[in-house]
């Protein structure tokens, strides 16, 4: 078995196991490496440069011992299975996400506990699964974005050959399988990169940290170190398709942009397996390039994440406009994203204080992700609060319908299908004290202009993590059943909708002032009225049939509408 690792700057090499110090050689491409019996690496290894600190392997597979411990071997042949090779999931025309973070989707927060649930998505309607980050970061508990083994699933919810298993298990279930990756920054804790080589560019920082060296000297292996990564666990552990979390801080000015590296990687290993595989950016610079051709001058990514029309309803229902919620104004916002993708097109934001995004010519609905709530939506708020938490059940009720029902990609957060009502805090573990107690301070002082009369939750605290956990039991109470029964209810008619070859873009009509809303598109009607009192709201010349309502005491299907009631129809000749 060969070891081998990146070290331009070293000038000795060695592998250091658990009773001995071997040298490594030195090859002209900067890598060093040695050969040995997998015997020999049993109890684990790491590398030494010019006599040091023995390290991690940058690319190890696994870390049971956290991010100090020794690298252990994993050979995927031994436990991957056949079921993921033949499964072949539902186009994103057709799907619906559900973004999941297995440390808190069940109260033990393990991979093999989380595969007792999935026949909950089944029925619910999930046609993809989206974990967020598995690289290996600090402590016990965490999001995930402070990731610093990129390579080795974090311990804490299971072993490599669990993850595998849970990933068979989905598609067993027809279910397919994404991840939440990052490739813009690495954790402050436990990240020796740098130790290893110039990683890092010296001339952009994120606001997490150094951005990687992906356009400066010695930038070609950091590169291939992060596509190799991609490949991995697309090809290694069966997962269908990756979610890039921030590109737009993703930096890199080479004539060919990582990303455009990434998709043509990605495109070839699909071609070789013969399996259908998605790259999903988010990216909050409304910027169609993402997902443009090649040849029309973009990266050829499948999807990005699109906000706008989060933020829109979430400014029209909750009625918050600090942030970036300052830019959206209403109802007519509510109805541009859903008739176009975008609000902002290039227009003068004045959250940013400049002009923002570009008209999405040409782009398809497929190729946007839109969702009410989120991991980001949610957990960046003080105290985690979900929708469910604020908002009255028709106002619930409304939103899942414009996402769900829109001509875009739906994505679901954990619980958002029966309005859980546990909060999404951001919980940390970092074993640096001095770390640890930095991230509280500068949480609390991240939302001191906001005068909060309770003290913001300690993202170190170990209560901040268990109060984020998903409380299953609520799904029988009758409020959480009847949210529960809508959002099943959307979701069939979702897939009904998606055996139309009707237009990608929706017809939406709208009055601001006498607050309501219609959209059509692929055969289903939603009409919407957001006011105080009953009125009508005008519909489309046909013959429509009402098949969803939120308000099931009212009757009828003509064109008034109840206060706060949402309607959906299906034409009849369908």
């Not at 050689?25 to 006599?51: F, H, K, M, P, T």
């Not at 990687?212 to 990564?229: E, H, I, M, T």
Request: glycine share 8%; proline share 6%; net charge negative.
């Amino acid at each position: 078995m060969i070891f081998r690792v990146w070290a331009p700057h070293a000038s000795s090499v060695e592998i250091v196991l658990e009773r001995a110090r071997l040298p490594m050689r030195r090859r002209l491409d900067d890598y060093w490496d040695i050969e040995l019996d997998e015997s020999r690496v049993q109890q684990g290894y790491r590398y030494s440069l010019d006599g040091g600190e023995p390290l991690p392997d940058p690319r190890s597979r696994w870390q049971p011992e956290g991010i100090r411990g020794a690298s252990r071997v994993v050979d995927s042949r031994r436990w991957q299975r056949v079921q993921g090779l033949e499964f072949r999931p539902r186009a994103l025309a057709q799907a619906v996400i559900y973004e999941l973070h297995i440390g808190t989707f069940t109260p033990q927060g393990t991979y093999a506990a989380a595969a007792t649930r999935l026949a909950h998505l089944v029925e619910l309607g999930i046609t993809h699964v989206e974990l967020m980050p598995l690289a290996t970061f600090p402590g016990r508990r965490g999001w995930g974005y402070d990731g610093v083994y990129l390579y080795a699933p974090f311990p804490g919810y299971g072993t490599p050959a669990e993850l595998g298993a849970f990933i068979d298990t989905c598609h067993s279930l027809g279910l397919a399988v994404l991840l939440d990756v990052v490739y813009n920054h690495l954790g402050p804790e436990g990240n020796y990169l740098a130790s290893f080589g110039p990683y890092f560019s010296n001339r952009v920082k994120t606001v997490w940290g150094p951005t990687l060296n992906f356009d400066g000297p010695y930038s070609d292996p950091v590169r291939q170190f992060v596509l190799d990564n991609a490949l991995m666990w697309l090809r290694d552990y069966g997962f269908d398709g990756l979610r890039l979390d921030a590109v737009h801080a993703i930096y890199g000015f080479e004539a060919v942009h990582v990303l455009e590296d990434l998709s043509n990687g990605v495109k070839e290993l699909a071609q070789q397996l013969g399996r259908e595989l998605v790259l999903i950016a988010e990216s909050d610079l409304n910027d169609p390039r993402l997902v443009r051709s090649v040849d029309r001058g973009g990266y050829d990514l499948d999807a990005h994440w699109a906000d706008d029309l989060h933020h829109s309803v979430h400014r029209f229902l909750t009625g918050e406009s600090t942030g970036y919620y300052a830019d959206y104004e209403g109802l007519a916002d509510i109805a541009t994203a859903l008739r176009e993708g975008y609000v902002y097109q290039g227009q003068h934001s004045s959250y940013r204080r400049r002009r923002h995004g570009r008209a999405p010519l040409g782009i398809r609905a497929d190729q946007l992700v839109v969702a009410s709530q989120n991991h980001d939506q949610i957990g960046n708020r003080a105290f985690g609060e979900r929708l469910s938490m604020s908002l009255s059940v028709p106002q619930l009720k409304a939103a899942a319908a414009l996402i769900v029902l829109s001509p875009f990609v739906p994505l679901l957060f954990q619980g958002e299908e029966w309005g859980a009502q546990t909060p999404f805090l951001y919980f940390t573990d970092f074993l640096d004290e001095r770390l640890g107690k930095a991230v509280a301070q500068g949480r609390r002082e991240e939302f001191a202009a906001f005068a909060w009369q309770q003290e913001i939750p300690d993202p170190q605290a170990d209560d901040t993590f268990t109060r984020s956990k998903l409380d299953w039991s609520e799904m029988s109470e009758p409020w959480h059943a009847d949210i529960l029964a809508w959002y099943r209810a959307l979701i069939r008619l979702r897939h009904f909708k998606s055996r139309w070859l009707g237009p990608t873009q929706a017809e939406v009509e709208v009055d601001p002032e006498a607050l309501w809303l219609t959209v059509l598109h692929a055969g289903v009607l939603a009409t919407f009225n957001f006011a105080a009192a009953p009125q009508a709201v005008p519909m489309p010349t046909g013959s429509w049939r009402v098949v969803l309502h939120s308000h099931p005491e009212e009757r009828g299907e003509g064109e008034r509408l109840g206060a706060g009631a949402t309607r959906v129809f299906a034409a009849r000749q369908a």
